[in-house]
């Protein structure tokens, strides 16, 4: 976390990344199910692969909010 923090990335950042993350994943569901050649089962995988960025990018902008306020 140091040396994101020292490379000048903030946790706002992380923060949007991760809210970014839950958009996009319903757009790629969304995308997803409006083509006719894939199935649900498809869409939903899509969904759920960008969808489990969003913890992450929420755990590094923790991580990097700690790092901010030493």
Do not use: Y
Not at 40 to 57: C, E, I, K, N, Y
């Amino acid at each position: 976390m140091g040396a994101l923090h020292r490379g000048g990335i903030r946790s706002e950042w992380a923060f949007a990344a991760g809210f970014g993350s839950i958009a996009l994943s319903l757009l790629a569901w969304l995308a997803s199910r409006a083509k006719p050649g894939d199935d649900r089962a498809q869409s939903d995988r899509w969904g759920l692969f960008v969808g489990h960025w969003a913890p992450t990018f929420f755990a590094l902008g923790l991580a990097l909010r700690s790092e901010e306020r030493h």
